[in-house]
Structure formats: C-alpha cells, structure tokens
C-alpha cells in the first residue's frame, strides 16, 4: 500500500497563477483532510471531507477550493494564488467516527508563491 | 473552541539525556488526545495516543498520560537518541458531526546531540 501521496512535491507560482494539488489515498478511507503548516503556527484545517460526496470548510479556507473526486482523491485549488499561500500543504485521510482515531497523512507539497 | 498548547522549541538535548515536552489543552467534553512526529523532509505519523482519562500512551520508548485534572498530555522519554530529531505535535480530537477533526499545537523541534 502507498498510504498517502501527494503530487506535486514542490511547485513555484507567481501571483495570481492557479493551481491544483492532488491527493490519493488507498486505505479506504472515508474521511480527507488537507492541511497548511507555516512555522510556528502547526498544522492548520483548511477543508476537510467526512465522506465520499461532501465537503466542509476548515479553520482556514479562504483563497481555497476543494473537490472529492470520489473515495480515493481529495483535490485543492488555488484560483488564484497569493504569497499568502507560500506554506506546506499535507493531505490525510482517516476513518470516520470512533474508527478514526490515527489521520494517515502525505509527504506534503511545498508551494511558494512570488 | 479547542486550544492545544505546546512548550515553544527548539529543545536541544545531548544524547541520553531525559525528555519531556509539555502539552496542554482547552475542550468541551473528553477529546482524544495524541502525539505526532514529523521527520525531516516528510509527513506527520502517529507517534501515540489516550482516548480517556488516565490512560497512557506509548511507542518506541515514549510515553504521554492523559490527565483529565490537570488538562495535559506531556510526552516523555527516558533516554533520547539522535535518531529521535524531529518535530513534535501535540493534538486532540473532537468527534463533530462530520469527520473527525484535529487541532494541532505549533509543535516543538527537538534536536538530539552526542
């Protein structure tokens, strides 16, 4: 099993670019998450998806979007991107309610934004 | 809201040395409460974790008990190798009525010297 995995790794975008990260998952899970992590800050809930088919926001969605392509993906987009957004980004999944108590999470996107 | 808490870092210890990293937390009701690392380079992983009161977590020689009176969850560990580096965050859990959301501390970098 690969777990997590994000793509791409790295990306630079100028200002005002859009972009889209991608994650998979192969765990069967029923929940996705995507996080940013700036220092000194941890991690922060930017959207997360309890289940195949809905989508909620976090503490942090502003500039975002989210689609759950089906079980296995958990896509973020950046319409239109702001320095602001220079962060890490990890997606992760879990199972859902008592179930879920580890969140598996990806290597991470490291986005910088000009 | 949930509030996590965590000792600012970096914490620098000569190898063997004992470890403790302090954890706090604000909630409503009884979260879960876990530890992830994060190694250099990759994704956060599940270091331990207690779903009640008093219970005690532990992997690979570290230890954290959830104590309800005292709203903590400190992580310890007798003797710390460099292999031990990383960055660590303190989390809980809160069942909400979709998915199973974590609040993350800011984490705190530990550096492990011979």
């Known amino acids: 099993n690969a777990g997590v995995t994000q793509t791409p790794k790295f990306q630079v975008l100028k200002t005002g670019q859009s972009m889209t990260l991608q994650c998979a998952q192969d765990m069967n899970h029923n929940s996705m998450y995507w996080y940013r992590q700036d220092p000194g800050m941890g991690l922060r809930l930017i959207y997360y998806?309890?289940?195949?088919?809905?989508?909620d926001k976090g503490e942090v969605p502003n500039g975002y979007n989210v689609s759950r392509l089906n079980k296995r993906e958990f896509s973020l987009r950046l319409e239109s991107a702001a320095p602001s957004q220079t962060s890490v980004y990890f997606c992760a999944s879990s199972l859902t309610g008592d179930q879920g108590n580890e969140q598996f999470f990806g290597p991470g996107t490291r986005l910088t934004v000009l | 809201g949930n509030s996590v808490t965590q000792m600012e870092g970096p914490v620098t210890l000569s190898e063997e040395a004992f470890l403790t990293i302090n954890c706090t937390y604000t909630?409503?009701?009884?979260?879960?409460l876990f530890w992830y690392v994060q190694y250099p380079g990759e994704g956060l992983q599940l270091l331990l974790k207690?779903?009640?009161?008093?219970d005690k977590g532990s992997n690979k020689g570290f230890e954290a008990t959830y104590r309800k009176e005292t709203t903590s969850f400190h992580l310890e560990k007798g003797s710390v190798q460099v292999s031990d580096s990383a960055v660590y965050f303190c989390a809980l859990r809160r069942l909400t009525g979709g998915g199973n959301k974590l609040t993350f501390g800011t984490g705190t970098q530990l550096k492990v010297e011979l």
């Open positions: 207690a779903t009640k009161a008093d």
């Open positions: 998806s309890a289940s195949e088919g809905t989508t």
């Open positions: 909630a409503t009701g009884y979260p879960s």
